[in-house]
């Protein structure tokens, strides 16, 4: 074996420091994952009299109950609001992305600049012009007034990533189905769509995750119950329930799960997406 084998295989202080930081990490998240779970399928007694035990009797009526006193409905609005919210950023990103790339010289850094300064725009800043904007065009007290600023206000960090992934894309490609004829929609969508795949689980997941969790225009935006999102209905659904914290936190569960789910099945796209959008541009 060489001496550069003989270095690669030895394992340094650098590493063992990381590695034991990791390890303190992974444990400050996941375990109160994991008590969360165990509480859920408790009663009132069993949370309080065996804070860390695991549960005598595994309630799933928890869950049930949940469900039925209104989480069902906040879990319709969430979805919806989300897909909508998905499908416009993931649209209107990555077409506007491709755009941007197919404008050469300082003309495409202006536009694509131009784009980037909604970055600089906080989303409490431009609470009351919006609340006036959308109470004047009679979206107030509407899905919509939820899923219209989260477009808007995901658009530039997507259009960002979309492009710095595009502009690595080989131009000998499309340059070839030029001269067989394409046009540049088909060139979107048989090039740059299908070669973008981990970038797309980048902004589906950071997309997905902003519009689920989002607080502030949920709670100031809509006013009725029935259209209550998630994270707005998840604190009135605590309020009403303040004795029975099993159910309480069997809500919290399905509230997490789709997310979950979602990055799980999506990681090893996103953690590509993220590396390709970093490294070009």
């Known amino acids: ?36 779970l165990m509480s859920s399928f408790k009663d009132y007694q069993g949370i309080y009299g065996d804070v860390w035990g695991l549960p005598k009797k595994w309630l799933w009526e928890n869950y049930v109950t949940a469900w039925n006193k209104g989480i069902s409905q906040y879990f319709v609005n969430s979805l919806i609001v989300t897909i909508a919210t998905l499908a416009g950023v993931v649209f209107v990103s990555s077409f506007a992305a491709f755009g941007v790339c197919q404008i050469k010289g300082k003309i495409g850094n202006f536009v694509f600049l131009f784009c980037l300064c909604g970055l600089l725009l906080s989303p409490q800043v431009c609470l009351l012009p919006l609340f006036m904007l959308l109470k004047a065009l009679k979206l107030k007290n509407t899905l919509g007034a939820m899923i219209l600023p989260y477009i808007a206000f995901r658009l530039p960090v997507s259009i960002m990533l979309i492009r710095s992934f595009f502009i690595g894309i080989s131009k000998e490609m499309e340059e070839a189905a030029i001269l067989d004829g394409a046009t540049l929609f088909q060139i979107y969508k048989e090039i740059y769509l299908p070669l973008s795949k981990p970038i797309m ?43 029975e914290w099993g159910v309480v936190l069997a809500g919290m569960v399905i509230a997490c799960l789709p997310i979950m789910i979602l990055f799980i099945a999506m990681q090893k796209n996103f953690v590509r997406g993220m590396m390709a959008g970093s490294v070009k541009g």
Do not use: H
């Open 201 to 243: 689980s980048t902004v589906v997941i950071m997309t997905t995750y902003y519009a689920w969790n989002e607080f502030v225009f949920a709670t100031i935006f809509v006013d009725s119950s029935k259209l209550r999102t998630i994270p707005v209905g998840l604190m009135a659904f605590s309020d009403g329930l303040m004795t």
């Open 1 to 36: 074996m060489s001496k550069i084998q003989q270095n690669r295989n030895k394992i340094g202080v650098g590493e063992v420091l990381c590695f034991v930081v990791l390890c303190i990490l992974a444990i400050l998240i996941i375990y109160p994952l994991c008590w969360i």
